[in-house]
């Protein structure tokens, strides 16, 4: 088959050649009018000489790059591909692990797929297209997966309504693209949790946190542990295996209250020393004093855009100052930013001018970042997005 092909502007190809997999539509020369989004295209120097082949999309990024070379892009790619990035992770230890069985599978341009994420739990991967050509080869994609990961994964589901450009009108539902079993329980580290991939954010679990979390469970032993933004209790079951004296989670929705309080039960039964409460985390911090001394803060998002970067720092300084406020004397905080546009620095410098407000003697226990499961391309360093702190405040 023929692909469509796109010129780029003189010196546009500066990237390329350094391997980075996005262009932007002010790269282009040629009209795309004719191109259809999603359709893969090849790219061509002003000079005439191919230097890439992807998706195209209408949009900022017009190309997600999916090859540097001249290649069909077809279900041989995808188990290529696929094949490629499972044995990373066999290679880490997340995957064929017998106490664990959550991992993430693709993550992106890291896994040279840009637009693409993988999760898998127990026997089920989670599909969540990023790009219109990822939704456009989502059949042939689950074909690929289902014979990589054969014996390994039964069911595969399809989760990209929220995460395609709604402009596109591609009348995405999410749904099963094999298999249907919802068995939704999954083991990390040898905790077990409930999954929704039905209904909840993202694929159903935040994957990312796992050695943060398991990183906590070794600062637990005795300690009051409160963890904000708590989601599906991540944090909150570390914490209570590694001998909390009391574990109290809190987050604004109901559902993620009632999915913790689950969570928690699957893996301690009965066990009191565990509370949830639904409550705006600013008001919970407001009236706290200082009856904890080990406090987590994985807020979601403050920005997504960078036109909202202004106010998130604002937001996150906000939280960590109230955190600084009322931890007990002795006291280790576990803060996060997993927004994209909030830089290392950004974070740092915010965290930095929150304890400076609150006049406490702070120490850096330790700098946390995403995953090897989640790898950051060295072509592509936007893909580091998870920025993380544990630090002493005296």
Not at 172 to 185: A, M, P, R, V, Y
């Amino acid at each position: 088959m023929t692909l469509q092909k796109i010129y780029l502007k003189p010196g546009k190809e500066d990237s390329l050649k350094r391997f980075h997999p996005w262009i932007f539509s002010g790269a282009i020369a040629t009209s795309t009018e004719h191109i259809a989004e999603g359709e893969v295209v090849e790219v061509y120097t002003s000079k005439k000489e191919f230097i890439a082949e992807g998706h195209y999309q209408i949009g900022s990024i017009s190309v997600r790059v999916l090859s540097f070379k001249q290649e069909p892009i077809d279900v041989t790619f995808w188990k290529k591909k696929l094949a490629s990035a499972y044995a990373v992770r066999k290679a880490i230890g997340v995957a064929g692990n017998p106490l664990n069985n959550t991992f993430r599978l693709v993550h992106g341009e890291g896994d040279n797929l840009p637009g693409l994420v993988i999760d898998v739990y127990a026997k089920t991967a989670v599909v969540q297209a990023h790009s219109v050509g990822m939704h456009v080869d989502r059949m042939e994609i689950a074909e690929a997966l289902s014979e990589v990961m054969e014996g390994v994964i039964e069911n595969i589901y399809y989760k990209s309504e929220t995460t395609l450009p709604f402009k596109a009108d591609l009348n995405s539902e999410n749904g099963f693209l094999k298999g249907g079993n919802t068995d939704n329980i999954a083991q990390e580290n040898g905790l077990n949790f409930h999954v929704d991939w039905l209904k909840g954010q993202k694929t159903g679990f935040f994957v990312d946190q796992r050695e943060n979390r398991a990183l906590l469970e070794k600062y637990s032993k005795g300690r009051s542990v409160l963890n904000m933004f708590c989601y599906t209790g991540g944090f909150s079951f570390y914490a209570m295996r590694g001998g909390a004296d009391i574990v109290h989670s809190v987050d604004s929705s109901a559902k993620a209250i009632d999915l913790t309080n689950k969570n928690v039960a699957l893996n301690f039964p009965g066990d009191e020393r565990h509370e949830a409460f639904e409550e705006d985390g600013f008001k919970f911090l407001d009236k706290i004093d200082d009856k904890y001394d080990l406090i987590i803060l994985d807020p979601p998002a403050f920005a997504k855009h960078k036109s909202a970067l202004r106010n998130a720092l604002q937001g996150y300084r906000r939280l960590n100052a109230k955190a600084f406020e009322k931890i007990k004397p002795g006291g280790i905080i576990f803060t996060f930013s997993c927004s994209q546009v909030v830089t290392k620095e950004n974070f740092r410098t915010t965290v930095f001018t929150a304890a400076a407000m609150s006049g406490r003697s702070v120490r850096i226990l330790h700098q946390l970042t995403q995953p090897a499961d989640h790898p950051v391309s060295i072509y592509h360093p936007e893909g580091e997005y998870l920025k993380g702190l544990v630090l002493y405040v005296e």
